[in-house]
């Protein structure tokens, strides 16, 4: 059993919190904690050897800060609704992940405004809803809402799915949208991050998985990875180079959120490895 606790730090909270799985006759198999000293905030992700009958919450809200979010066992494995465009590199890793069950959740279907990724979800046995964007976005985000409505999920993955999502549409889904940008923000954001890294002659280039917010491309930052470049590579050699870590980066980010690892305040995340 998973628990997560988010609160004000104060001194003494890891013996309390571990004095009262001993008392309740929890063996702790791990446990990994941070304290952020500036904003006074604790974290905790605890692994414990049983399921609790419920009353284990209502015992931690009582011994911990008023403002603590405590969650055990959150849905154990997630599940995910993928959204894409053409590009098949990151939608492939996922579905494999999905088929031999090492992804950490069961994707619900694929939704593509593009028909380009159909197959692909056929040989694997998932659903595909193609809706083309036509004439407005308020109309395309419409038939999406739908789509979506027809499913049970947790998160909603943006595996190369070019376009901007409106603010009405983020808001629906606040901190459940995943989304891979093929820079190492904050640089390059926005569209064609490679052709503007080639022009800039970076060094290195990189991809970044982050949560969709208001803000285009500032959303909270949960995984990041980067490879060398130099000034030999076109903008085309950076974009296909940029494709292996734009999958390795999105399969890490979304292994540690749906290991509920990842914890959210203010425009930030603490990963707890």
Do not use: W
């Amino acid at each position: 059993m998973v628990i997560v606790i988010q609160c004000t730090d104060q001194v003494g909270l890891i013996a309390k919190i571990s004095g009262l799985l001993a008392e309740e006759k929890f063996n702790i198999l791990s446990m990994h904690e941070y304290v952020d000293q500036a904003e006074d905030l604790f974290f905790m992700r605890l692994e414990v050897d049983k399921q609790s009958n419920g009353i284990l919450e209502r015992k931690l809200r009582e011994l911990l800060p008023q403002d603590a979010i405590v969650k055990i066992n959150p849905n154990p494995e997630k599940k995910v609704i993928v959204l894409v465009t053409k590009e098949y590199h990151c939608l492939a890793d996922i579905l494999i992940r999905n088929y031999f069950k090492t992804l950490g959740a069961h994707v619900q279907c694929v939704i593509g405004n593009h028909i380009n990724l159909e197959d692909i979800c056929k040989r694997f046995d998932i659903p595909f809803h193609h809706i083309p964007f036509e004439n407005s976005s308020a109309g395309f985000e419409a038939q999406l809402l739908d789509v979506i409505g027809e499913y049970e999920h947790d998160y909603l993955v943006l595996a190369k799915f070019m376009r901007i999502l409106s603010s009405y549409f983020v808001s629906r889904f606040p901190l459940k949208i995943i989304n891979i940008h093929h820079s190492f923000l904050p640089a390059f954001a926005g569209a064609n991050p490679y052709r503007q890294a080639y022009e800039r002659g970076v060094k290195l280039i990189g991809a970044t998985a982050h949560f969709v917010t208001n803000e285009l491309d500032e959303g909270p930052i949960i995984a990041q990875q980067i490879i060398s470049s130099d000034h030999s590579l076109t903008a085309s050699d950076m974009m296909k180079a940029g494709k292996e870590i734009e999958a390795a980066v999105l399969a890490k980010a979304l292994r540690m959120v749906f290991d509920d690892r990842v914890f959210i305040y203010k425009n930030k995340t603490v990963v707890l490895e």
